[in-house]
């Protein structure tokens, strides 16, 4: 059993998450879905404080908890009303816990209880750090367009997984729409042609939608779907089941619309693509 005070450590993302921080009690900004925990329980984190990013379709939220549970780690989420999404430093200070599993529950969290509190009481307690998870499932996938013959989208689960290779591309991420402690620098990391994301339901200061004027300003169009139809952290639901309710002015001049399906808005910014590129 680990002996003493666990360290606390806030991130504005799990991707953040290194090697010294094994063991430790975490309260990362990101959403609370599967692929975001998955990814903290395997970077060994002892116990795991998310956002609950809306909850949205088929509780995909905060259905990293369970997988957490399952592998006996506390866990919970913040709602995403009481802190912007993607600032830890604000979930820490603000945050107010909405959803938690049994081991977090078993350890005296409640819902209501602070942020801070929480992580309190986790850091006194007698953790150790998680097991590794089960293999996940393909996190990028490359879709040919309906509409227009060799095109492609590049849909992944996470915004951390673009490449330097996805500059000029269409993509769908599955992260929420949120900049990462409000800087912009963090809308994303390489010059794609158009990006979509999770509006992670907007939540406090419209924080679920923020990377929308930073694209803006690099010539990114971009646009959100709404977390009540497609899956947050799941990629192929954002590009499938998606729809669009927010999007910047780059894209409107593309064409992009709100109501569109994703796949549809894709395909006008392959089109949109193909006009400004010849």
């Known amino acids: 059993m680990s002996s003493g ?34 990814y903290a329980a395997g970077k060994g984190v002892a116990a795991v404080i998310l956002n609950d990013a809306g909850i949205g379709r088929e509780r995909a939220g905060i259905a990293g908890l369970d997988l957490l549970a399952d592998l006996g780690v506390p866990g919970a989420a913040i709602a995403h009303t009481s802190a912007r999404i993607g600032d830890g430093q604000d979930g820490a200070a603000r945050g107010i816990l909405s959803a938690l599993n049994a081991p977090a529950a ?45 095109a492609k989208v590049i849909v ?34 390489v010059p794609v042609f158009s990006a979509v994301y999770n509006d992670a339901d907007r939540g406090m200061a419209n ?39 927010a999007l910047n002015e780059t894209a409107a001049r593309h064409g992009g619309q709100i109501g569109q399906s994703a796949a549809e808005f894709c395909d006008t910014m392959l089109r949109a693509a193909r006009r400004t590129t010849g």
């Open 156 to 189: 992944m689960d996470s915004a951390s997984l673009v490449t330097p290779g996805d500059a000029g591309a269409v993509v769908v991420t599955a992260s929420h729409g949120g900049l990462l402690g409000n800087k912009p620098e963090t809308a994303i990391k």
């Open 5 to 38: 005070r666990l360290a606390i450590v806030i991130l504005d993302s799990v991707t953040h998450l290194t090697p010294a921080h094994h063991g430790a009690v975490v309260h990362a900004a990101s959403h609370g879905g599967s692929y975001a925990a998955a």
């Open 106 to 150: 078993a350890h005296g969290l409640t819902v209501g209880m602070s942020c801070r509190e929480a992580l309190e009481r986790l850091a006194a307690a007698r953790l150790e750090p998680a097991r590794k998870p089960p293999p996940a499932d393909e996190a990028r996938h490359e879709i040919g367009s309906a509409v227009y013959h060799g």
């Open 207 to 245: 924080a679920g939608i923020c990377r929308l004027p930073a694209l803006d300003a690099r010539g990114i169009a971009g646009g959100c779907v709404s977390a009540f139809s497609a899956r947050i952290g799941d990629g192929l639901s954002t590009y499938q089941d998606g729809f669009i309710s």
